[in-house]
């Protein structure tokens, strides 16, 4: 099967939304063995939309519609569809009924043009919405198939698993199954290089790597007559690329790597308190992230200035005359003063110089020094980060947790 990926809405066009749905979109199709050649961004216009469905339809089998669906005029995407096939629109009962409730469950009203939400074909498989009022649905004739799902990623993307995938899947007889592996620390050209032998002979299982925010993910994908079939076929690339990357690859599936870490200091009783400056929190917040971490973690500071890393994590005013506070001696005396304060097994400590202005030739913007402690023992990494103020900082906190799990692992060794 064929399928190409329609994005209605003008906001996208103009670059005020961010497309994340096809992303989304063509990774499922891929998982699931359907092929696609073309994604297609078209405003909120008539005429234009059932040209591209046109197009479309006689290029492939399926086409994935987001956006369009909500209650205003210029919202036509579900009826646009329903006109290229000849279908009339009809009043959907229990969607109507379902979408009252929604609302009376956060105390709204519905207007009256939300009934607009409501309409089908009498042709169409209804798909439930089930985090917002616009449901979806699946129209069909002689061949050929229109998926109509809504714009939000979070409405878009659970109806697509709950409603859409068990649908398709039911077109073909085999199973695909997909594996995720995690990779930190390694940029995609070579993890892609280091693997290219797999790549360029693989059959079944399959295998591709993609980058997303700071980190490089493979996924394997087998085609089989059943789940275990297919899971058979998966574990041995799967063991074969754990040997390969060994601690970079520091996950499946979903886990995010402050889950990683923060599971580690749970399991393992280990309490921790973090001292951030040029990372300004967003360490302690990730760590915060993970459920249960008031287990361990103790405390998150941020000190910025001089004055607060004297007065709260012990730092000498000597250190910081002399090799200033973008150094691997402040790190250290962040990193062990903030362990000490709080009397934690863990002491980690970012400062540097996210930018864009105050870097010099010897410390240019994107230099950051980190600190962790571990029960005594302190330690300090240096790096220099590409990217904006915002880009330095993400990838120093990621950075920074994960050099805390390989310091974790060798410790548990």
Do not use: W
Request: glycine share 8%.
């Amino acid at each position: 099967m064929k399928a190409e990926i329609i994005t209605v809405g003008t906001e996208i066009l103009l670059g005020d939304i961010l497309n994340t749905n096809c992303r989304y979109l063509s990774r499922e199709l891929a998982a699931m063995g359907i092929e696609m050649y073309y994604q297609i961004t078209v405003g909120d216009n008539e005429e234009r939309l059932l040209k591209t469905l046109e197009e479309s339809l006689n290029r492939s089998d399926i086409v994935i519609c987001t956006g369009g669906l909500g209650p205003t005029e210029d919202d036509i995407t579900k009826e646009v569809c329903a006109k290229y096939f000849g279908y009339e629109l009809e009043l959907h009962k229990p969607s109507l009924d379902a979408m009252i409730e929604r609302f009376k469950h956060m105390n709204r009203v519905p207007t009256k043009n939300n009934e607009k939400q409501a309409y089908f074909p009498k042709e169409a498989y209804i798909l439930k919405n089930d985090n917002g009022t616009a449901p979806g649905c699946i129209m069909e004739k002689e061949g050929k198939m229109i998926v109509v799902l809504p714009g939000p990623p979070k409405e878009m993307e659970s109806m697509f698993e709950n409603y859409v995938k068990p649908y398709l899947s039911k077109l073909t007889d085999d199973v695909i199954e997909s594996e995720v592996l995690r990779i930190i620390g390694v940029g995609e050209s070579k993890v892609e290089n280091d693997i290219l032998d797999i790549i360029d002979s693989q059959t079944n299982p399959t295998i591709a790597t993609y980058a997303k925010g700071y980190e490089c993910t493979l996924r394997i994908t087998a085609k089989a007559k059943s789940v275990e079939e297919a899971k058979e076929l998966i574990k041995p690339m799967s063991d074969e690329m754990k040997r390969r990357f060994g601690q970079s690859l520091y996950a499946t599936g979903e886990t995010s790597i402050e889950e990683v870490v923060a599971k580690m200091l749970v399991e393992n009783n280990l309490k921790i308190a973090v001292a951030e400056s040029c990372t300004g929190g967003m360490v302690s917040a990730s760590l915060i992230n993970y459920p249960g971490i008031s287990s361990v973690f103790m405390e998150g500071c941020v000190t910025y200035s001089n004055e607060a890393k004297m007065k709260s994590l012990g730092v000498k005013k000597e250190t910081l005359d002399i090799y200033r506070a973008v150094s691997d001696k402040c790190a250290k005396e962040m990193a062990s003063g903030v362990a000490a304060r709080y009397n934690t097994n863990v002491g980690i400590a970012t400062t540097g110089i996210a930018g864009p202005g105050g870097g010099t030739d010897e410390k240019p913007v994107g230099l950051v020094y980190f600190g962790i402690y571990i029960n005594g023992k302190v330690i300090t990494k240096k790096y220099v980060f590409n990217g904006d103020r915002q880009g330095v900082r993400e990838r120093a906190t990621r950075t920074i947790l994960n050099d805390l799990r390989l310091e974790l692992l060798n410790m548990e060794k």
